[in-house]
């Protein structure tokens, strides 16, 4: 069906024309616009490229050090969103998962290359734990890190007050 635009037809093909969008492309720009104010889509993926993403985020990151067993060992600071403002663009079938102890924890990482550029966090199972060190440059502008406990990860999770609920909506 054709959506009836009225007067706002011309302007609606202008904006298609000069942005060299298509309606499909022009109404996703604009839902996106909308629907993530005040966020900023970062892209970024793993080192050899086979794993692609986009992440709507603030410009300010806010980034957790942790010192579990695992992310000491892999030096792993991450931001968390939920998973609504996460989408894979390419590498499905590139990435595999490590999981250890609860199992709650994804740890997705390329096949490839071995990178882990995004996971899903045992804080916040609805959602990605995002690695800034693999996003794209440009679209950063400060980065604040808190040091997270995760080697007492239950007293930590109860004593934070805000980790639990950063993959909410």
């Known amino acids: 069906?054709?959506?009836?635009?009225?007067?706002?037809?011309?302007?609606?093909?202008?904006?298609?024309?000069?942005?060299?969008?298509?309606?499909?492309?022009?109404?996703?720009?604009?839902?996106?616009?909308f629907e993530y104010q005040g966020l900023?889509?970062?892209?970024?993926?793993?080192?050899c490229g086979a794993v692609r993403f986009e992440v709507?985020?603030?410009?300010?990151?806010?980034?957790?050090?942790?010192?579990?067993?695992?992310c000491?060992?892999?030096?792993?600071?991450?931001?968390?969103v939920p998973a609504s403002r996460f989408k894979l663009l390419k590498g499905a079938?590139?990435?595999?998962?490590?999981?250890?102890?609860?199992?709650?924890?994804?740890?997705t990482f390329c096949k490839k290359c071995g990178v882990q550029s995004f996971y899903t966090p045992r804080s916040n199972p609805g959602g990605f734990g995002i690695a800034p060190h693999c996003l794209d440059e440009g679209t950063v502008r400060s980065v604040v890190t808190e040091e997270f406990n995760g080697s007492d990860?239950?007293?930590?999770?109860?004593?934070?007050?805000?980790?639990?609920?950063?993959?909410?909506?």
């Not at 239950?154 to 909506?169: D, F, Y």
């Open 56 to 70: 709507w985020a603030s410009a300010d990151l806010h980034i957790f050090d942790c010192n579990c067993s695992i």
């Open 72 to 80: 000491k060992k892999k030096q792993n600071r991450h931001f968390i």
């Open 1 to 33: 069906s054709t959506l009836d635009l009225g007067e706002q037809r011309e302007r609606w093909e202008t904006f298609q024309k000069r942005q060299k969008l298509s309606s499909e492309g022009a109404a996703k720009l604009l839902l996106d616009t």
């Open 93 to 107: 079938e590139s990435i595999t998962t490590y999981t250890f102890n609860t199992h709650k924890a994804q740890h």
């Open 40 to 47: 900023v889509k970062h892209t970024g993926g793993c080192h």
């Open 153 to 169: 990860w239950e007293k930590a999770m109860k004593e934070h007050k805000t980790i639990k609920n950063m993959s909410k909506e």
